[in-house]
C-alpha cells in the first residue's frame, strides 16, 4: 500500500496501477517457484511429507515451518537480508557421545545410572549442545535415552524446550532426530547410503544359518545393517564369534563385488556393515552442520567413546580446526600420534561416563 501511494502522488493513477500489476505478476512467480521448491521436496524426501502430516505435497504450506518443507529458515533468510547478525554464538563447550557402553550399559543396553540424566539436563539447561553419536536405530535410541531423558526432565518438573539443545546422529550418519522448542523429535534419512536390499537379506540368512545363538539381525535399521550380541550372551565370547562373523561379512562382500562400497566394523556389542562413507565421522559432520544451522560454536568439544570408531569423532572435530577432547572409557586404547587430549580414567564404559561428568560438573 505504501509503495502503490507514493507511486500515485509522484506519477498518477496509471503508473500506479502499472506499479501494482507488475508487483502482483513478481508476487505469483515467486508463489510458483517456492511451490516448485517444496513439490521437488517432497518428492525427494517422502519421508519429510509422512512427518509433515496433513501437508499440501504441491506447494507451501503456511501451517508447517519454511525449513521442514525445503525452504530456507526465517532466520537464514534474515541473515541474508542482513536483517540479523551472522556471527556464530560463542558457548563454553560441547559433549559428543557414543552410545553402548559409554551411555548405556553394554550388558544391560539401558541407562543404569539416573546420576547419568542428570549430569546430562544441567549441560542442557546450560545451553551446551550434546550430540549422541551411534550406529543404533534412531528408534532404539528413542527408547532406550531419549525417553528416560524426556521422563526425568519431567519428574524435575524442567522444560522440554531443553531437548532444543539435543543432537542424535543413528546408523552412522545415516538417519538424524532434532527437536524443536516443545521438545518434539523429528527423524531424517540419508537414502543414498542405503546397503542393497539382496546383500541384507544374504546376512540376515547367514546370522540365522550359522550366527544365531550369539546374535541377532536388527530389523530397526534403515540404512544398514547390525548383527548384534544376544541379551545374556558373555562379552568376551562374542569377542571371539565376532571375528568368524566378521570373516565370513568380508568374504560375503567380496563374493558380491561390493569391496569399495561397504565397510565392516565391530564395536563393544555389535557388528555393523554401512556404506563406506557412513561413520562416526559422518556422524560427527552431522553434529557440525546442525551447529551451525544454530549457529553456535563451542569453544570446546569433549568426546566421550569406548572403541576405535569413537576416536574418529575427535579426529574429525580436529580436521576441521576444532578443539577437541578424547575421554577414552573402553578397556583398550591402541598406541599411536594424536593431536587432540587424550584422557584414559581407571573405571570402563558407563561408570566411567557418570563419574567424568560428575568431576566436569559445572554445578558445585
Not at 519454511?66 to 525452504?71: F, N
Not at 530389523?219 to 541379551?231: F, G, L, R, Y
Not at 573402553?330 to 568431576?359: D, H, I
Amino acid at each position: 500500500a505504501a509503495g502503490y501511494n507514493m507511486v500515485l502522488e509522484n506519477q498518477g493513477v496509471e503508473q500506479a496501477e502499472q506499479w501494482r500489476t507488475g508487483m502482483e505478476q513478481e508476487i505469483q512467480r515467486n508463489w510458483t517457484e517456492i511451490d516448485e521448491i517444496v513439490k521437488n521436496y517432497y518428492l525427494e524426501h517422502p519421508e519429510a511429507l509422512e512427518r509433515n502430516a496433513g501437508a499440501n505435497p504441491n506447494g507451501y504450506d503456511a501451517d508447517f515451518l519454511p525449513e521442514d518443507q525445503g525452504l530456507p529458515s526465517l532466520n537464514s533468510e534474515l541473515v541474508r537480508l542482513h536483517l540479523e547478525s551472522d556471527i556464530e554464538k560463542s558457548i563454553e563447550e560441547a559433549f559428543l557421545f557414543d552410545i553402548d557402553g559409554v551411555i548405556t550399559d553394554p550388558d544391560e543396553k539401558r541407562i543404569t545410572q539416573v546420576e547419568l540424566l542428570d549430569s546430562i539436563i544441567r549441560r542442557l539447561e546450560l545451553g551446551y549442545p550434546i550430540g549422541f553419536n551411534t550406529g543404533r536405530a534412531i528408534n532404539w535410541v528413542s527408547e532406550r535415552v531419549i525417553n528416560p531423558l524426556r521422563q526425568r526432565i519431567l519428574e524435575r518438573k524442567k522444560s522440554l524446550k531443553m531437548l532444543s539443545n539435543i543432537f542424535l546422529s543413528g546408523e552412522y550418519g545415516g538417519t538424524w532426530m532434532e527437536f524443536d522448542k516443545k521438545g518434539n523429535g523429528y527423524v531424517y534419512m540419508n537414502q543414498n547410503i542405503s546397503i542393497p536390499l539382496q546383500f541384507q537379506e544374504e546376512i540376515r540368512r547367514m546370522i540365522a544359518n550359522k550366527y544365531l545363538y550369539a546374535m541377532f539381525y536388527d530389523e530397526d535399521k534403515k540404512t544398514m545393517v547390525s548383527a548384534e550380541m544376544n541379551p545374556g550372551f558373555n562379552l568376551e565370547e562374542f569377542k571371539e564369534v565376532q571375528k568368524e562373523f566378521y570373516e565370513d561379512v568380508k568374504a560375503l562382500i567380496a563374493a558380491n563385488g561390493l569391496t569399495n562400497q561397504i565397510r565392516v566394523d565391530n564395536t563393544t556389542i555389535a557388528t555393523d556393515i554401512e556404506d563406506a562413507t557412513a561413520g562416526k565421522r559422518l556422524g560427527t559432520k552431522k553434529f557440525l552442520e546442525w551447529l551451525r544451522k544454530k549457529r553456535i560454536k563451542p569453544e570446546l568439544f569433549r568426546v566421550f567413546g569406548d572403541s576405535a570408531a569413537d576416536e574418529e569423532m575427535a579426529e574429525e572435530l580436529d580436521i576441521n580446526g576444532r578443539n577437541a577432547e578424547y575421554w577414552f572409557v573402553g578397556k583398550e586404547l591402541g598406541k599411536k600420534e594424536r593431536r587432540f587430549r587424550v584422557l584414559t580414567p581407571q573405571k570402563n564404559f558407563s561408570q566411567l561416563t557418570c563419574q567424568a561428568l560428575r568431576e566436569l560438573d559445572p554445578v558445585a
